[in-house]
Every structure is written in structure tokens, then in C-alpha cells.
């Protein structure tokens, strides 16, 4: 049974860059693109961001099955840590990974988890 989960992230990002780039990253990442037919294969997810002037503060939902949650820790990881996402235009929006790890979910995010779960 699917459980909810969040991971927090700050990346090193120019103010003009996309914010939303990181988010398809990790989409691309869990789900191998950024445009898919629901449900999402692996973890059905949100990203949410944050700009802080040269940093973008990702919260990254998250509902699977408890046996695969590091498996989509490692893969949230590892598309943060590449640093860069070509865009459908052509563009690339770099960013650099300062830090990532597990977080709480806050309790305002209990109603959002909840959709995740029931998909």
C-alpha cells in the first residue's frame, strides 16, 4: 500500500532560469518524461518551489510503496544532481545541487499526500 513521503532540496540556480525545470527533471527521472499518461509508473508526485534570490527550494511530494521509497530518493538525486534539463524549446536550464534529504511532511501537506495516495 502507497505511502506518502517529502524530500527537500536546494539547488544553485540563476534567477532568470527556468523553476520549473528541476521539477521535470525528477518527472523525467521517475517517469521518463515529462508528458506521460497517468498514473505515474513508480511514484505519483508533486514538486513544489520556492525562489530565494540564486536559490530554488524544491518540495518534493511523493506516494509509493515503502520498499521503493529510497529507490525514488536515489532517483530524485540523481536528476538534481545532473544539473540540467533541455527543454521541448531547445533551451537548457543548468542549476547546481547544494543539498537533499529527507524531510517530514508538514501537516498542511497531509490533504496533498492523501491525493497522492488514492492516485
Do not use: N
Not at 520549473?20 to 523525467?28: E, K, L, R, S
Request: charged share 25%; aromatic share 4%; with cysteine.
Amino acid at each position: 500500500m502507497r505511502q506518502g513521503y517529502a524530500h527537500h532540496a536546494v539547488l544553485a540556480m540563476a534567477p532568470d532560469a527556468d523553476d520549473g525545470a528541476p521539477g521535470a527533471a525528477v518527472t523525467v527521472a521517475l517517469c521518463g518524461h515529462w508528458e506521460h499518461e497517468p498514473p505515474c509508473p513508480v511514484a505519483a508526485h508533486h514538486t513544489g518551489t520556492e525562489r530565494v534570490g540564486d536559490e530554488l527550494r524544491l518540495r518534493i511530494l511523493f506516494a509509493t510503496e515503502p520498499h521503493l521509497e529510497p529507490r525514488v530518493r536515489r532517483d530524485i538525486d540523481r536528476a538534481l544532481r545532473l544539473g540540467q534539463l533541455t527543454g521541448p524549446d531547445g533551451a537548457t536550464t543548468r542549476w547546481r545541487l547544494l543539498r537533499s534529504g529527507i524531510r517530514e511532511p508538514s501537516p498542511d501537506e497531509a490533504a496533498h499526500l492523501d491525493r497522492l495516495i488514492r492516485g
